[in-house]
């Protein structure tokens, strides 16, 4: 017998505050119910999404609350507000009570995620998204064939050709595809209908950017790494791990795949498509909690990223980079604790969208000081105290400078 579902209603006055950016600890997510609620950041990269102002069945805090992590935004009420207050413990309760209150949030996530997602792109790579379309396919393949990852570059080939076949670039694909043939090992190249659980070898792909899907995938066994091709370089996003679920945006919103997903390793997915799915918000709510605590725990990663974007030292860039990946994997900062990120250099210079030669530049800056060095393709930092200390001192001098152009303007 499952729990019974008990909210509380919670009310506050005109210009209340009732979130604040910053604070650690949210333990509950907020359902306007009457009233309305303005949001805000402290540093507003890019517009929200369907703007700021909030209305009854709208929600918020939710990153925060299903992530763990600090809030990233403050939420003032403009009326006076009745919220209904829902903790991460009953959420699963919520979704099987109520589970288009649940398909609201997790649809309102993936149209945020792939909005920010090509607001980042098109400010660190200073590229304009390809994602939505299939002629990128072909770029993604000659990429990989460049590599000689052809397990890659034959499924990208495959892809291309099967969502254009009279394009521009369809006679050089089947000439590609014939010469790497016998050195590709690619599997699943169309998704098999009646096959939900499947193997993929190490370093062949689940799905290639700008292919539309009709499924998402959870991890069984094995990591998945995924990756997007921008202006000619592979950008690490993620590796994920048993449990992880990937792939949800192109089913929930009938868009082109915005990343690419390989195998890093050899693994074993379970393939979920929109029946399948729909099933799940009743029956499976531990899938759906899942599924929003990794949305927001994206969410919350991209918004980090974005205010990176907003730091005009380039060195000062790498150590607030090398901050979030610290605070998005709950490490705690103390003084002479070692750690190796999953990352090298390259990387690096990539996720904080520096060109190579501003980023090698930077980089040399950066491994000046005796607590960070590159190994075996990864960073290691002897001290991560040192990693929150530089950090600091780059956003204390951020602020300054920011200061002193505001009063030149005044």
Not at 20 to 42: C, D, T
Not at 90 to 105: H, W
Not at 338 to 366: C, N, Q, W
Request: hydrophobic share 40%; charged share 25%.
């Amino acid at each position: 017998m499952s729990n019974p579902l008990q909210l509380s209603m919670v009310n506050f006055i005109k210009d209340a505050y009732i979130i604040v950016e910053g604070r650690q600890k949210a333990n509950q997510f907020f359902i306007i119910r009457q009233g309305k609620v303005l949001i805000s950041k402290e540093v507003e990269v890019v517009a929200e999404e369907g703007g700021n102002i909030l209305g009854p069945g709208d929600f918020f805090g939710v990153v925060a609350t299903m992530s763990s992590h600090s809030h990233i935004e403050t939420a003032r009420a403009l009326t006076d507000v009745t919220l209904i207050s829902v903790t991460r413990e009953n959420y699963g309760t919520l979704i099987e009570r109520n589970g288009p209150v649940a398909m609201k949030i997790i649809e309102s996530f993936s149209r945020r995620m792939r909005y920010l997602d090509t607001a980042l792109t098109r400010i660190t790579q200073k590229a304009q998204g390809t994602d939505e379309d299939p002629n990128h396919l072909f770029e993604v393949a000659e990429y990989y064939a460049k590599q000689s990852q052809f397990n890659q570059a034959f499924y990208a080939y495959y892809q291309y050709l099967k969502f254009c076949p009279n394009g521009m670039h369809s006679d050089t694909a089947k000439m590609r595809m014939g010469k790497i043939k016998a050195y590709s090992k690619a599997v699943y190249l169309d998704e098999p209908t009646d096959q939900f659980t499947r193997t993929y070898p190490k370093d062949t792909m689940i799905f290639a950017e700008s292919m539309s899907g009709k499924e998402l995938y959870i991890i069984q066994k094995g990591q998945v790494k995924i990756s997007k091709i921008i202006n000619g370089n592979e950008v690490l996003l993620a590796l994920l791990k048993p449990g992880d679920i990937f792939g949800e945006m192109a089913l929930l919103d009938d868009r082109p795949r915005s990343a690419s997903a390989s195998a890093f390793e050899e693994c074993t997915l379970l393939a979920v498509n929109k029946e399948n799915f729909a099933r799940m918000v009743s029956t499976q709510p531990q899938i759906i909690s899942r599924l929003t605590t990794l949305l927001s725990e994206r969410i919350w990663f991209i918004y980090k990223q974005l205010a990176n974007t907003l730091l005009s030292d380039p060195v000062g860039k790498l150590y607030d980079g090398l901050s979030i990946q610290l605070e998005k994997n709950r490490i705690l900062i103390k003084a002479g604790e070692s750690y190796t990120f999953d990352f090298g250099p390259k990387e690096l210079i990539h996720m904080v969208g520096l060109s190579k030669a501003e980023g090698d530049r930077a980089l040399m800056e950066l491994i000046k000081n005796s607590k960070l060095k590159a190994m075996d393709g990864r960073i290691v930092c002897t001290d991560i105290d040192e990693i929150s200390k530089q950090t600091q001192y780059y956003r204390k001098l951020q602020k300054i400078a920011q200061r002193r152009n505001e009063g030149k303007k005044v």
